[in-house]
């Protein structure tokens, strides 16, 4: 197995999480409770920041969730997590689907609102990244809409834009990014959704964003990658940081804790030690995991 040893003065950070934290549901029925989290009455944020130190808030794009957000919800998520804890946050789909990026029907002033909110974290200097998920409909064709947008961004902030349409494989999208300071995420998707090009490394930020969403089509987010499977994005990831100041990596496949599982077997794998609490911690996930995937091969068994 290869593992990477940093160079601190050469080598940017890796901050490994997952896309969100609030699954209550219990495992059976595809949450965390039981599998991750001890049990309901677990405050689950708190309890997550123990075993990671950032997380992708996914919650902030639906509008069901976000309309009731307001900054006392990012200012109680500061108190909740250690001083130098990291929240990536998914801009809302008012902005990126409803509106579409379109500056002439308020997409900036959606976007503004959604800054103002999110503010606390900002100024607690746990803001990570702001990632920006483009509808899978959503096609170069759409560039100059784009560019448009980006524009008016402000600048203080880290920036990733994922694209979900293939259309996006050519060397004009990375010259706008890399011309605004936005990291292209990199997906580890399902080979149907035509997006192998974002699995390789492309810079064009001075931070890096990835997500792992697992490879079933059919049955999205609950997926179990194997030891084999991760193989391929150490080097990637050490690549990453010898080229930017930060990698954060989030892995999606939330269904049942496989993220947990996924991200705590990862963080060993790059090298980063884990306790014995997080140990302990992955052995029972995946234990519960494997029950309904018997592809995945323990990373200690492995060594």
């Not at 990831?237 to 100041?245: G, V």
């Amino acid at each position: 197995m290869e593992i990477i040893h940093k160079d601190l003065d050469k080598m940017g950070e890796v901050l490994i999480g997952c896309s969100g934290w609030s699954y209550p549901e219990p495992s059976e029925k595809g949450g965390w409770t039981g599998a991750f989290y001890p049990d309901s009455k677990t405050k689950r944020l708190q309890y997550y920041a123990e075993f990671f130190g950032t997380a992708e808030m996914d919650s902030s794009f639906y509008e069901k969730f976000y309309k009731f957000m307001t900054r006392r919800t990012f200012e109680g998520m500061v108190k909740a997590t250690p001083k130098k804890f990291q929240f990536s946050v998914k801009v809302p789909e008012t902005v990126t689907h409803d509106k579409r990026l379109n500056v002439d029907k308020g997409a900036i002033t959606l976007f503004e609102e959604f800054l103002d909110k999110i503010s606390p974290l900002k100024t607690a200097n746990k803001l990570g990244s702001i990632l920006i998920q483009l509808p899978p409909s959503f096609s170069v064709r759409e560039f100059s809409n784009t560019e448009r947008f980006l524009d008016r961004l402000p600048k203080e902030y880290d920036y990733a834009l994922e694209f979900r349409h293939p259309s996006w494989e050519t060397e004009g999208p990375w010259d706008m990014l890399k011309h605004y300071n936005i990291a292209t995420v990199l997906i580890d998707s399902p080979a149907k959704d035509n997006l192998q090009f974002l699995s390789e490394v492309i810079v064009t930020a001075n931070h890096s964003f990835v997500r792992w969403h697992g490879r079933e089509s059919r049955h999205r987010y609950n997926y179990l990658y194997s030891v084999e499977e991760l193989k391929p994005w150490i080097g990637k990831i050490k690549k990453m940081q010898m080229e930017t100041s930060v990698v954060r990596g989030y892995f999606n496949n939330h269904y049942g804790a496989k993220a947990v599982v996924n991200a705590l077997l990862f963080k060993e794998m790059i090298g980063e030690s884990v306790s014995d609490k997080q140990r302990s911690a992955l052995e029972h996930a995946q234990t519960l995991a494997t029950q309904h995937n018997s592809k995945i091969t323990s990373f200690t068994n492995s060594n």
